[in-house]
């Protein structure tokens, strides 16, 4: 469980990454969290969810420029977008 205490920090302060560093955001993060949006386990995802959530209140669309095109509809859903 200490990876999800890892995932409850950063979102805690995603929204202040994205302000202020989008680029780290999309070229780093997001590969790191599509990969993570195909585990299985709930825990995960939820928290997976609420990453990109914050992230998306802060990036709007344009957390979708670095996102290859096949795993946009992956992240939309995860979203509910």
Known sequence: ?????????????????????????TKTLIPSVIKLLDENKAEIKFSIQKLLTALHSVMKNKLFEGIPTNKVKLVKDALGV
């Open 1 to 25: 469980m200490k990876e999800l205490t890892h995932w409850w920090n950063l979102i805690e302060i995603a929204e202040d990454i994205a302000q202020n560093n989008p680029l780290i955001v």
